[in-house]
C-alpha cells in the first residue's frame, strides 16, 4: 500500500458551552495532517497528485480560516471540537482524491494534544 500526505496550519477560533476559558470565543493555531492510501499509482507513478491535494486542502481550509468554527454551517449542531473539525475536512477533502482507498485527518490543537478522523473508502 502507498501513502501520501500534506501538513497544513490553520487558525481558527471556537467556544464551548462550558463555564471558564473554554467557553469563551478563543483561537487555536491548529496543524492539519492530511494522508491518504492506495495500492495503485496512476500512469505517472502518483497516488494522489500531491498538488491536486494540495488546492483540496487549501479549499476546504480557506473556509474555516479565521471564522469562529461555531457560526459555520458545518457545525450545526454540532461541538466544535477538534474531532468534528477533522471529519469535516475529511469530507471536504477525500472525494477530490477518487484513487485514494483510505484516508485520514489529524487536526492538531497544540503541540501534544490531536484528535483524528479516518476512513476506509469503498470504491
Known sequence: MYRAGLRRGLSAMHFFDV?????????????????????RLDANGYLVDLDAMAEALAMAL?????????GLEEFAGLS?????????I??????????????????????????SYEEEIGR
Open 90 to 115: 475529511w469530507e471536504t477533502t477525500v472525494p477530490r482524491m477518487p484513487a485514494a482507498t483510505w484516508a485520514s485527518v489529524t487536526v492538531w490543537e497544540s503541540g501534544d494534544a490531536w484528535a
Open 80 to 88: 466544535p471540537s477538534v474531532e468534528n473539525l477533522a471529519r469535516i
Open 62 to 70: 480557506r473556509r474555516l480560516e479565521g471564522q469562529v468554527l461555531n
Open 19 to 39: 463555564p471558564g476559558p473554554e467557553g469563551e470565543v478563543h483561537s487555536h493555531p491548529y496543524v492539519i495532517e492530511l494522508a491518504v492510501a492506495g495500492d
